[in-house]
């Protein structure tokens, strides 16, 4: 089966840096996201990681190892506004002839505290 | 800012009744997926379309539910003869392409409320 896994939730205080775990069991691999899903908006893409490694992204990275079936989000300089859920999404084959779809994690709701 | 528009952001249908929930994907797009999402819950796929075709439609339940996108006009996900359980947000996304490091575009969704 697919299975992503991602903390619920998770507290950082304004200024200091959080990281946000995502590990994944899937058939096939093709590709993993991150978006950003501010509360009743729609998710906004933040990363895409395929290859081994860090993708730096401003304030923002993202670390993938596809052999530990595991990534990380990477947030610094915490803003208030950054209070989210975050969501791992994985690319994988889900159908016989190995059509990819995107596997959802639940998302990890992220408070900033001042 | 010709992003992804879903409507209506709300609506409310008593059981037994259709609901109609439409996306017009940003220009340009040809590929659209639909999700449905709960509360507190990730995004679970639904259906994927290009412009007349239905390419995969394995997260749809079979009953009651059907989606489109024709030729002209926005996408069309339709669900028959609501019941309680199809509360939900459902949103629409769409991209340039189908390669798969292409990103989506999400709408604002359709909050589907069932009374």
């Known amino acids: 089966g697919q299975n992503i896994d991602q903390p619920t939730e998770m507290t950082a205080t304004e200024g200091a840096i959080v990281q946000i775990n995502c590990t994944y069991q899937?058939?096939?691999?093709?590709?993993l996201f991150w978006y950003q899903q501010h509360a009743g908006e729609a998710p906004t893409f933040l990363s895409y990681n395929v290859l081994d490694g860090l993708e730096e992204k401003g304030r923002f990275s993202s670390f993938l190892s596809r052999s530990k079936g595991y990534s990380y989000l990477l947030l610094k300089e915490l803003q208030m506004k950054d209070s989210a859920s975050y969501l791992c999404a994985v690319r994988a084959a889900v159908l016989k002839d190995s059509n990819y779809q995107l596997i959802w994690g639940a998302g990890t709701k992220l408070i900033i505290k001042p | 800012n010709a992003g992804v528009m879903q409507n209506p952001r709300h609506l409310v249908r008593r059981r037994g009744q259709e609901a109609r929930l439409r996306c017009s994907p940003m220009k340009g797009h040809s590929h659209v997926y639909w999700y449905r999402q709960l509360p507190e819950e990730g995004l679970k796929f639904m259906v994927y379309l290009q412009k007349e075709n239905i390419i995969d439609e394995s997260g749809m339940p079979k009953e009651r539910f059907s989606a489109e996108f024709p030729k002209e006009g926005p996408s069309i996900l339709r669900i028959q003869q609501v019941v309680r359980g199809d509360s939900a947000a459902y949103f629409c996304a769409s991209s340039g392409t189908g390669s798969h490091n292409s990103p989506l575009h999400f709408g604002n969704g359709t909050r589907l409320t069932v009374t």
């Open positions: 899937t058939s096939g691999f093709n590709g």
